[in-house]
């Protein structure tokens, strides 16, 4: 059974930075891309951050300069590192794993980004 489980997810002050994480289990996790993507209330679903197999990153124009995504494949585990959080980051952060047609998602952890 795949799980994908986030977490990291709080509430910080605009500014302030926050570190997720995602542990997968079920799967060869060295072969999956992986990535982040968001979804804040009434929004739809986007690409925060990706990371290939082979460690090639995309950001998402919105985030470039102060999110960095990064996999350990001994741990099973892709972070992300967010800097400079600003209240539209506010959202809640979901984990991908995908490969060729397989795709899997975890439940998502919030972040809240309010003084």
């Known amino acids: 059974q795949v799980q994908l489980v986030e977490s990291g997810g709080d509430l910080v002050q605009p500014g302030g930075s926050l570190r997720l994480s995602c542990a997968a289990s079920g799967i060869i996790f060295r072969r999956y891309a992986m990535g982040w993507y968001r979804q804040a209330p009434g929004k739809q679903r986007e690409l925060v951050a990706a990371?290939?197999?082979?460690?090639?990153?995309n950001y998402a124009d919105s985030v470039k300069g102060r999110f960095t995504i990064s996999r350990d494949n001994a741990k099973n585990t892709v972070y992300v590192q967010m800097n400079n959080l600003k209240p539209e980051d506010t959202a809640r952060y979901y984990c991908n794993a995908k490969i060729v047609t397989m795709d899997y998602w975890g439940k998502g952890t919030l972040v809240t980004v309010s003084s």
């Open positions: 990371i290939t197999c082979g460690g090639v990153t």
